[in-house]
């Protein structure tokens, strides 16, 4: 568990940010989707919002997952971290540091995930070489 206490538990790309991402993207194209309504048809009501903006969900996801992926690759501009720095903030909320218990499952959960076929692969990585030890209630 040593070997992990250098990790952090912020991630750019964790569900948290994801959501972050996708409430300023709502916000944003749904603004736009109800004025390009209310400048066709001159009004709005409840029943075209939600005939309009259900069907618009998954698109909102999508483009909320591009993104994401696309901040990810390019995390030296500083608009980027400009752009994922709330979603970092909200991880402070949705996250804490495991203790060693918690590391210990983790490395044994990485372990019996990745199996035989990849012990001799990443036989030289720290995180896989940590000593599990057993602890007691």
Request: charged letters at 15%; hydrophobic letters at 50%; proline letters at 8%.
């Amino acid at each position: 568990p040593e070997n992990l206490k250098p990790y952090t538990t912020f991630h750019p790309r964790c569900g948290t940010s994801f959501l972050a991402i996708v409430m300023v993207i709502s916000l944003l194209f749904f603004a736009i989707v109800d004025t390009i309504i209310i400048w066709t048809t001159g009004h709005i009501s409840l029943t075209i919002r939600l005939a309009v903006h259900l069907p618009l969900i998954p698109v909102v996801g999508g483009i909320s997952y591009e993104a994401l992926k696309a901040s990810a690759k390019n995390l030296e501009n500083p608009l980027v971290k400009l752009g994922i720095a709330p979603g970092l903030w909200l991880q402070r909320i949705t996250t804490k540091e495991p203790d060693p218990q918690q590391l210990e499952v983790a490395i044994v959960a990485l372990k019996s995930a990745l199996g035989k076929e990849f012990a001799s692969e990443l036989a030289d990585d720290p995180i896989v070489q940590s000593e599990v030890v057993p602890v007691t209630a």
